[in-house]
């Protein structure tokens, strides 16, 4: 039975594999970097709610338009380990009063088009920002 499902989970990640190459033909990969202001405070539960409403449509826009691979929302908690000695801060990396709020993976003809995706993200009402970085492929092929 072990080996059965193991056969099956090889097949259907090669088959995702495949499939993906074969969508994103001609694309590349981007890492949408999505910042958050630590010290933002929104005027009102409403402001909160419309936020939300525009953070499923523009992730379920992208997931339509298949520029979709992957998105990640990282813990508000965590650790930063740092420098030669190692040094521990019981918090999550903050740089100029920004946290990374999500990380999204998208494909895209060229960085200007993935710059044209990611100005429509909805952290930017906030006063947050994307950062984007195109994707090196560091496993070979």
Do not use: H
């Amino acid at each position: 039975m072990k080996k059965l499902t193991l056969i099956i989970a090889l097949l259907c990640f090669t088959s995702f594999a495949f499939g993906q190459q074969i969508v994103n033909a001609g694309k590349s990969q981007y890492l949408l970097i999505i910042r958050f202001k630590t010290d933002f405070k929104p005027t009102s539960d409403d402001v909160v709610k419309n936020n939300i409403k525009k953070w499923q449509e523009y992730m379920g826009g992208l997931a339509k338009s298949g520029s979709l691979i992957s998105g990640y929302r990282p813990a508000s908690d965590g650790l930063t380990i740092s420098g030669t000695e190692k040094s521990i801060k019981s918090t999550p990396y903050i740089s100029d009063g920004e946290q990374i709020s999500s990380v999204i993976i998208i494909t895209a003809e060229n960085t200007d088009a993935a710059k044209t995706i990611a100005d429509k993200c909805p952290v930017f009402e906030f006063g947050g920002s994307v950062e984007v970085r195109p994707v090196m492929n560091t496993a070979g092929q």
